[in-house]
């Protein structure tokens, strides 16, 4: 946690009183700014939105981050180094990432080019990972609720950490873990429409929606929805003749040799947890462990392979004793 500098006072006497200069992001819950402390240690601070209609929901938020990212130690989850709680307004100090926000990176070209293939299944992985852990390595575990591009920050090197735990909640054995509905349009799974059920099959339908807008450099709205009947059900299909090579980043050169695989294995976990069924999704620490073992052998060509093939077949073999048929 912060020394005692950490007060409102010396916050704003760090950011020349919230000055816009400093300002580095702006979202519905709160104003991130770049600070550098007298130690020449650069932070970011998170100052939230004061309102007095949500002043309650501000401080279950501030709460809730504070409790969540106290008990997280992951390398591709943000830190937490301090907060400031004040009469009038709430502060949280966490760990500067240069990078900027995944959503700001796929929109500058530049930046994008910079996030190659390679960089891409590494940011798959890494957010596998962290997942799997608050999943499965926390007791209780913690579901974050809001899985999304704004909510992912890299550091200079494109390393991808998990941000913004204030709708992240622990399940709770003896509990019901009912819920209001939260997260991101376009992220949150289907189910949260008419069920207020909380459990970590949300987090896994988010992943699945980022995994495809890493690969395709863009939000996957489109594609999942001409892809429904199929991508999210059970259901056999006779297959969709998009090819994979047609989706991906056209920013980018076709992947190759063992990034190209890995692009495929990407793809295809990214469609099995985005079944209409949370009960037929995978779980997070599957989808670590199928990322980070799986070698397959593509039967056939990279530039070959549909989007129907990865829907509902094993288009390739793997060496890993791994059953990659998720079908």
């Known amino acids: 946690m912060m020394e005692k500098w950490c007060t409102k006072t010396s916050l704003k006497r760090l950011i020349e009183n919230f000055s816009a200069k400093y300002c580095v992001g702006k979202g519905e819950c709160g104003t991130v700014y770049r600070a550098a402390l007298p130690n020449g240690q650069v932070v970011a601070v998170k100052k939230l939105h004061a309102s007095s209609d949500s002043d309650s929901d501000n401080q279950k938020g501030f709460s809730s981050e504070i409790t969540t990212l106290t008990e997280l130690r992951h390398h591709n989850i943000v830190k937490l180094y301090g907060f400031c709680s004040h009469r009038r307004h709430l502060f949280l100090v966490y760990e500067f990432l240069q990078g900027g926000s995944f959503r700001k990176v796929l929109s500058l070209m530049k930046e994008a080019v910079q996030l190659d293939w390679k960089k891409s299944v590494d940011v798959v992985k890494g957010l596998a990972d962290a997942l799997s852990y608050m ?58 429409a008419y069920t207020m059920e909380l459990n970590e099959k949300c987090d896994v339908y988010s992943f699945g929606v980022l995994t495809l807008e890493v690969i395709m450099g863009k939000h996957p709205g489109d594609l999942i929805s001409s892809l429904s009947s199929s991508l999210l059900s059970s259901s056999s299909s006779s297959g969709h003749a998009i090819l994979l090579k047609d989706v991906l980043d056209q920013r980018l050169p076709p992947p190759t040799n063992q990034v190209a695989k890995q692009i495929v294995v990407a793809t295809k976990v990214a469609f099995a947890c985005l079944n209409a069924s949370p009960m037929s999704r995978l779980t997070m620490q599957q ?5 980070s ?18 829907l509902h077949t094993n288009c390739f073999t793997s060496r890993a004793s791994l059953d990659f048929n998720f079908g």
């Open 135 to 192: 999943h499965h390595g926390c007791s209780p575990p913690i579901i974050h609720r809001d899985i999304s591009s704004k909510n992912v920050l890299f550091d200079s090197e494109y390393v991808a950490h998990i941000s913004d735990f204030g709708m992240a909640r622990f399940m709770k054995p003896d509990s019901s873990n009912c819920t209001s509905f939260a997260g991101t349009f376009g992220y949150a799974a289907p189910e949260l």
């Open 287 to 291: 989808v670590a462990w199928k990322l």
């Open 293 to 310: 073992n799986t070698r397959p052998s593509l039967q056939i060509e990279f530039h070959l392979i549909t989007l129907g093939e990865l």
